[in-house]
Structure formats: structure tokens, C-alpha cells
């Protein structure tokens, strides 16, 4: 028998495998291919105060071992959350996280407030990381002061485990780490997409309507594990490992790196079984090398 339980402070999930935001849905999309249940968290939609469209059209592109996304947090805001969504997902057996973007400040902490009061969400992941929206989101996550307002605000009214999502898009991200884990931080998940671009020779034009967009997918791998290995040496709160994991073996780089858990995202596009295949992988990782708590295998990368 393994024990892939972990826990990120107060937060304990049955493993170590959550599914992505943005790539998942609120997880009913995922309901016929999948036992959700067996997951140890799902983190849905980017959830913002008021309603947002998201970027005009095209707002993905494919790219080599990857894609291009400016979706631009389209949602129904936190009311309509709250209201329609929440109660058709809150039976599920398993950790709901749910990501609170915006644009401003007082955005942030309002859409933390009504998700406090929702009891069977344990959990926030601030997205502080997104690299589409005009307005902000990557703003706050790119600059120590910024962060730090934004999760100290949002730290003062949401009172259970609050997880900040770090962008790559930044010259050290061990500083913002650091800035989230003095204001108050549960955890850090990292990395958001990266800043790409992609463009069509033949018509000259951008493959996305809005020039730029988010890098992910396996191209975006070796940066996002050392990112996590940074972190790592650099925080004492848990870390929360993402960017281009498409299987088990993937999947235990980044808790070899110093990742507690992990998050798939751009692969539930290409095999929406992906993220229980990857809790199979790690059980039959630890039975070969005979690791019998998967805590074990945080951070335990050996020296070259
Ligand atoms: C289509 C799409 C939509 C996304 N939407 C969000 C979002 O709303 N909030 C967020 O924090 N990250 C969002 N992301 C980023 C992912 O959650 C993840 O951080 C990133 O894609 C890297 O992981 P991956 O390479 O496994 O996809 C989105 C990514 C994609 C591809």
C-alpha cells in the first residue's frame, strides 16, 4: 500500500493531482470521462466580480509542443457562481478551488468575500498571473509591492486556505513568492502561461486577436520546474506545481523540484482522462521505488 495523501497546510488532498483552471471547466464538462472523486482537487474557471466576454476571436492558436491562449477570463461572474454553479458542484467528493481573477483591487477582494462564505469551497488560488487581460491580472503578480497589496487586501476577508498564482513573466519569482508568503499566503501554485506569440507568414497577421497571448503545454516544462525548484528554496509555505505536466512521470519532476501537489492543465484538452492516469502513474512510481508516503518524494531531488 501507498499513502498519497498530502496535505498543504490545513488543506488535505487524498493526492497530490489537481486539474488546472481554465482547462477544466467547473469539472461537469469532465463528468463522462472521469470519476472526479478521485482527484485531489479541481480548480475551476477563473471567476471575476462581474461578467466578462473574454477576448474576440481567434483566442487560441497551436504552437510546436504547445498552444496559445487569450480566452481573457471569460465567466458569468461571482453571482452567477455562486447562485447557479456552486450548487450543481458542490456534492463532488474533492477539494473545489476556485480562481478569483480581476482587475483592481477591490475586485479581487470582493469575489474572495462571497466565495468565503461558500462551505463546501476550501480553498481560493488568486490569480495574480494573467497574462490576457488588459486591465490587470498580470500586473499585480509582476511587481513584489503590487502582490503584496492585492493578497494582503484579499487576506483580510478570506479566512480559509488562500493559494496565490504566480506568473512567470517575471525576472525573479522566488521575490514574489516570498512577497505572497509574508502577506499571509497558504501556498503558491506556479507558473500561470507564459507571454507568447504567434504569427501567420502567409496573411502576416497574429494567429490571436489580441497579439499576444499565454504560453502552455509541454514547450513550457523545464521553465516552469525550475521555477518551482526557485520557489522551493526560497518559501517554507507549500508549493503547488503546473506547466506542461502531461503524465505521472512529469508529474514527479515537479514534486521531485518541491512541488506538494500538482495541477494539469493544457493536457485535459488532449486526453480529458489524463488527470486519474496520472494518479495510477504515481502509485506505480512509488511501488518501484518502493517510496511509501508521497511526502517523501517532496523536494527529494538528488545532487548531480
Ligand atoms: C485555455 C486556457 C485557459 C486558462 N484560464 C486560466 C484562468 O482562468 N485562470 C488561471 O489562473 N489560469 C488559467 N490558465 C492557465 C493554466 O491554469 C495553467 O497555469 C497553464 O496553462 C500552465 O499549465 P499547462 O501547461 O499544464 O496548461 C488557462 C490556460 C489555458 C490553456
Known sequence: MVNLEVKLKDLILKNPVMTASGTFGYGEEFEDFIDISQLGGIVVKGTTRHHREGNPY??????????????????????????????????????????????????????AAMINELDKIPAIELNISCPNVKEGGMAFGTNCASAASVVREVRKVYKKHLMVKLSPNVTDISEIAKAAEAEGADSVSLINTLLGMAIDAETRKPLLSTVTGGLSGPCVKPVALRMVWQVFNAVKIPIVGLGGIMNAKDAIEFILAGASAIQIGTANFIDPQVSVKVVEGIKEYMIRHQVENLTDLIGAIKEQ
Open 58 to 111: 481567434p483566442r487560441m492558436a497551436e504552437t510546436p509542443s504547445g498552444m496559445l491562449n487569450a480566452v481573457g477570463l471569460q465567466n458569468k461572474g461571482v453571482e452567477y457562481f455562486c447562485n447557479t454553479i456552486y450548487p450543481r458542484i458542490k456534492h463532488y467528493n474533492t477539494n473545489i478551488l476556485v480562481n478569483v481573477s480581476g482587475s483592481v483591487i477591490e475586485d479581487y477582494v470582493e469575489t
